[in-house]
């Protein structure tokens, strides 16, 4: 590795995902997931996950929220790895197995709060690239705030970008854990 593949590494392994529901490291010590492809261009790596770590864990997006939207762009991106990922960190956060069931139907949980189906009706809009009705927009102001639809809307702009970085890289879900599988992990 390259100096600067090396920071971004320790940078990764050493900060709050380590810790996470779901492997950020294969057995090996390689870096799992977008990560390993993100070392490739370090200083755009190291920008990347600044902007995720950000978002997953200084955003003031409600935990299940953060995980229902992220969810929601997995599934409708059909990113096997993030569906893997984050569907186990929605079950920590108290996600169901039914709403994710329905998140990867394309429905929106009708279990979601106000809040949670706002998000999740502004992911939908923003997936589809067809603009965003005045409607979903005011919604989003009246449930999340100037913020919070800031906040969903970069997310899901970064996990779209994941999940473009995923299927360049051809990294899939590990073949231990198949994309459906979302029992609380170990």
Same mark, same amino acid.
């Given at each position: 590795m390259t100096?600067?593949? @090396?920071? /971004? &590494?320790n940078r990764?392994?050493? !900060?709050? @995902?380590a810790n996470g529901?779901? @492997? =950020?490291?294969h057995d090996d010590a390689t870096l799992a997931g977008p990560f390993n492809a993100l070392a490739h261009a370090p200083l =755009? !790596?190291?920008?990347v996950q600044e902007l995720g770590s950000a978002l997953r864990f200084k955003g003031k997006l409600q935990d299940r929220t953060r995980e229902l939207v992220i969810c929601a762009v997995a599934a409708a #991106?059909?990113?096997e790895y993030e569906w893997y990922a984050h569907s186990r960190a929605a079950v920590v956060v108290g996600v169901t197995e039914e709403e994710l069931t329905q998140l990867?139907? !394309?429905?929106i949980p009708q279990e979601a709060s106000d809040a949670e189906k706002s998000a999740l009706k #502004?992911?939908?809009? /923003?997936?589809?690239e067809a603009g965003i009705p005045d409607s979903t927009f005011e919604d989003a102001q009246q449930h999340l705030g100037h913020e919070g639809t800031v906040e969903v809307t970069v997310l899901? !702009? &970064? &996990?779209?970008?994941l999940a473009g970085l995923l299927a360049v890289a051809n990294v899939k879900a590990p073949e231990d854990q198949t994309p459906e599988d979302t029992t609380q992990p170990e």
């Open positions: 100096a600067d593949q @090396r920071s /971004l &590494y990764i392994a050493a !900060g709050p @995902r529901p779901f @492997r =950020i490291m =755009i !790596g190291d920008a #991106l059909n990113s990867k139907a !394309g429905t #502004l992911t939908r809009e /923003l997936i589809a899901v !702009g &970064y &996990y779209r970008t």
